[in-house]
């Protein structure tokens, strides 16, 4: 087992947490959680973002920030979540917490579907998915001390009054703060023992799964690798489930078992993490390795595939294969290639373990790099 604590990020090609990556087979159309019992299943999520008001013109057309999506989560397990501001990754986890509604799809827990619109499905989310953002100040009642943050999540979860403050000492303990903090008021945290709180404040309902939006990107470098540090410790010391979301492939890398790439609303790629990072099948997923600086690929292939243009709106999103507009070697390049115009493709199994929705999928390879699309010399 490869030393994975995040004094630096592992060394490349160290082995994800799950060993050989084929062992762990995802099902055919979805980001299944591999050989586990999944804890969380969101099943063929859509969610509109359209304003819900009716102007002079009527009801507007909506718009979908998340379309079509499935994923599943494991006790014990991580999965990552990457892709391009603006592709849906917050709008997918707010959805599963119930922050947004989903205008069809399934989010179940366990076998249980649960309708966060419901009084009783908000409970049954709330005390079992929990939700760690970016900004753990957003999170953090300004005007509460830390122990009056964790008694109203103890509370919630019906913790008994004499034994909350007992509670209150061992959570912000499990978060490395200790008890003298327990009396402040978030204002007096730096940004890392701020995002401490915040998980504690997480931990508080004994959840079963975190939803890490962007967790640690706020915070200065040496910091973000102690928050990793901590999520890691307590995922594996609590058995928790994580959909962690991040720009940084590296940290993904490190933390997860499996990854989920996402692309203007629906997943374009997922599979065991190595698989994925060793061997991308679809040509976005190229595209994304290929601009982050992983040191294994950094060393392997010094070129750089730059993707023309902006990630386009949901309002309007191409016909037939959504990335056809970027693509390297799409219809851009071979104009011979309508297939890619008229038909979306769809998740399915390639050679190599993962999913991926190419009608070309595997065709475009890290080392073809050189010779597809518009590419640079690092
Ligand atoms: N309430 C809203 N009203 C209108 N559009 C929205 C709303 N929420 C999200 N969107 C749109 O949905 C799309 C997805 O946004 P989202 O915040 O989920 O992306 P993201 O992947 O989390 O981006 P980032 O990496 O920058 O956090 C964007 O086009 C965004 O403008
Ligand atoms: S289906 Fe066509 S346009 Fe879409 S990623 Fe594959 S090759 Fe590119
Ligand atoms: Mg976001």
Do not use: W
Not at 71 to 86: F, H, N, Q
Not at 182 to 189: G, N, Q, S
């Amino acid at each position: 087992m490869p030393d994975r604590t995040m004094e630096g990020f592992p060394s490349p090609g160290s082995a994800s947490r799950s060993g050989d990556p084929s062992g762990s087979v995802p099902r055919s159309g979805d980001a299944g959680s591999g050989s586990l019992a999944p804890l969380l299943v969101i099943e063929d999520l859509r969610v509109n973002v359209a304003s819900d008001r009716r102007s002079l013109f009527g009801r507007p057309d909506p718009v979908y920030a998340v379309d079509g999506v499935s994923l599943a989560v494991a006790g014990g397990e991580t999965l990552g979540l990457v892709g391009e501001s603006g592709c849906g990754k917050s709008t997918l986890a707010r959805t599963v917490v119930g922050i947004n509604q989903p205008s069809s799809g399934a989010i179940r827990i366990g076998p249980e579907r649960v309708d966060a619109s419901t009084p009783n499905g908000a409970n049954t989310l709330r005390s079992t998915v929990q939700y760690v953002f970016q900004d753990p100040y957003a999170s953090l009642n300004p005007r509460r001390t830390v122990r009056q943050s964790l008694d109203e999540a103890l509370e919630m979860r019906g913790v008994p009054r004499a034994e909350r403050a007992a509670e209150a000492g061992e959570l912000i303990r499990r978060v490395g703060l200790n008890d003298r903090h327990l009396d402040r008021y978030p204002h007096a945290f730096s940004g890392g023992q701020r995002q401490r709180i915040g998980i504690a404040r997480a931990l508080a309902v004994q959840p079963q799964v975190l939803i890490c939006d962007e967790p640690v990107s706020a915070l200065d470098v040496s910091i973000q690798a102690q928050i990793i540090n901590l999520l890691e410790t307590l995922r594996d010391e609590l058995g928790l489930g994580y959909l962690f979301i991040a720009h940084d492939l590296s940290v993904v890398r490190h933390l997860s078992d499996r990854v989920a790439v996402m692309y203007l609303g629906k997943i374009v790629e997922s599979g065991p993490v190595e698989a994925v990072y060793a061997a991308p099948q679809h040509p976005y997923t190229v595209a994304l390795m290929s601009s982050s600086p992983i040191p294994s690929i950094a060393t392997r292939e010094r070129e750089r595939l730059v993707l023309t243009g902006d990630l386009p709106s949901p309002k309007n999103p191409p016909s037939g294969c959504r990335f056809r507009t970027r693509c390297p070697i799409g219809p851009i390049t071979n104009p011979e290639r309508q297939i890619c115009v008229e038909k979306a493709p769809v998740l399915a199994e390639t050679p190599s373990g993962q999913l991926a929705a190419c009608h070309f999928a595997g065709e475009m390879s890290m080392s073809a790099l050189a010779t597809a699309g518009s590419h640079e010399k690092e």
